[in-house]
Nanobody, 121 residues
Framework: QVQLVESGGGLVQAGGSLRLSCAAS????????MAWYRQSPGKQRELVAG???????NYIDSFKGRFTISRDNSKKMAWLQMNSLKPEDTAVYYC???????????????WGQGTQVTVSS
């Protein structure tokens, strides 16, 4: 079963914005440390931004000032706000998190299915 589901991807012109969402399913009791990754065809998946359960964030330098990661623990959701998008931002974006799964609350590392972001020139 799917524990994390991304949404919000799509086609946007350079300079535009997108807000990606990562929603945990009902089977997920909580999300702990989590992060957004992205991957382009033929390239290694790379970290974009991370956020701890307590809200401490970290960003890859190239994304600072353009991307913002956030979360709401009560809603079991996370977001990636992407501004000033560039064609090189085109990739599949993935939500990754350490999650506690009901009913035993076992912790696993889970990946979403990914959402495609395409930035046109």
């Amino acid at each position: 079963q799917v524990q994390l589901v991304e949404s919000g991807g799509g086609l946007v012109q350079a300079g535009g914005s997108l807000r990606l969402s990562c929603a945990a399913s009902e089977s997920v009791a909580s999300m702990n440390n989590m992060a957004w990754y992205r991957q382009s065809p033929g390239k290694q998946r790379e970290l974009v931004a991370g956020i701890t359960r307590g809200g401490i964030t970290n960003y890859i330098d190239s994304f600072k000032g353009r991307f913002t990661i956030s979360r709401d623990n009560s809603k079991k959701m996370a977001w990636l706000q992407m501004n000033s998008l560039k064609p090189e931002d085109t990739a599949v974006y993935y939500c990754n998190a350490d999650i506690n799964v009901k009913p035993t609350l076992r912790m696993i590392n889970s990946w979403g299915q990914g959402t495609q972001v395409t930035v046109s020139s």
